[in-house]
């Protein structure tokens, strides 16, 4: 006679994770980091500078479309770079994980609008998404290592979304003179209340259509080496000590 199939039981989730997936919690937590933020604002003076930022605040005014492209470990601030009715017009590629709808949750209470999708899932439906936000003269914003990195490597979907359209690209970056860089994937720089911090803007370029497999890849580290120079620059007049990119990962190496 055949052996009876044990009976196995599928496995809960922890009680941690199912509240992470909570919806009260997942406004609850938008709602705290949206105050926190506004509160660091509020309480500080952040100056504006860099190569760039007469074009951007050119095409900000003037509605002209633009993408926008910052680090995820710069993230927490860039979402009070500005205010008024154009924060609205910026899209902001977030993933879709549950440390995504949060931080999305937190950017749209802040005034910004969100696409949803990553590098792994949604991405093409995304991507299509803010074609056509481009198209009809609103702004996207990309955190080119985002969702999981590595750090301050440069994926491709900037580039491949700029080149669709012609669209300048802006390289952005925020410093703080104080606040912890936290132990995580992206090296987080949580700034503090009560503080000095900097908005820094790098010269735009615009990337051609059409572009075949060498060309991607020198545009791709053009933005790479862009972000990573004026982050140092950002860093060294803040006082800070500089944020190293990890060693690329070699491909077929084990994790």
């Keep these: 006679m055949p052996k009876p199939k044990p009976n196995r039981r599928k496995k809960r989730p922890s009680l941690g994770r199912r509240l992470g997936r909570s919806a009260f919690v997942m406004r609850l937590a938008a709602f705290l980091i949206g105050s926190y933020i506004g509160f660091v604002r509020r309480t500080s003076r952040f100056d504006e500078d860099g190569p760039g930022l007469a074009r951007l605040l050119e095409s900000w005014n003037g509605g002209a479309p633009m993408i926008m492209a910052f680090w995820h470990g710069r993230l927490l601030m860039m979402a009070r ?13 977030i993933s879709n994980h549950a440390d995504g709808e949060i931080i999305a949750r ?3 209470g802040l005034g910004m609008s969100t696409v949803r999708g990553s590098s792994r899932k949604g991405g093409y439906a995304a ?5 056509q936000v481009i198209e009809a003269g609103g702004h996207a914003a990309f955190t080119p ?20 359209g012609g669209i300048p690209v802006f390289p952005v970056t925020f410093s703080a003179r104080r606040g912890p860089v936290l132990n995580s994937w992206d ?15 790098g010269e735009p370029f615009t990337v051609p259509p059409d572009l075949d497999e060498t060309a991607f890849e020198q545009w791709r580290q053009r933005l ?22 990890p060693p690329p990962r070699v491909r077929g190496a084990r994790r």
């Design 224 to 245: 790479e080496d862009d972000l990573n120079a004026l982050t140092h620059e950002a860093d060294r007049r803040m006082g800070r000590p500089r944020v190293e990119p």
């Design 127 to 131: 991507m299509r998404e803010l074609h």
């Design 81 to 93: 770079f500005r205010k008024g009715p154009t924060l609205r017009r910026i899209h902001v590629l």
């Design 187 to 201: 090296r987080f720089l949580l700034a503090t209340p009560f503080n000095r911090g900097l908005y820094l803007v």
């Design 145 to 164: 290592d985002g969702p999981s990195g590595p750090c301050m490597h440069a994926k491709g979907g900037t580039i491949a979304a700029a080149s669709m």
């Design 106 to 108: 937190s950017i749209e």
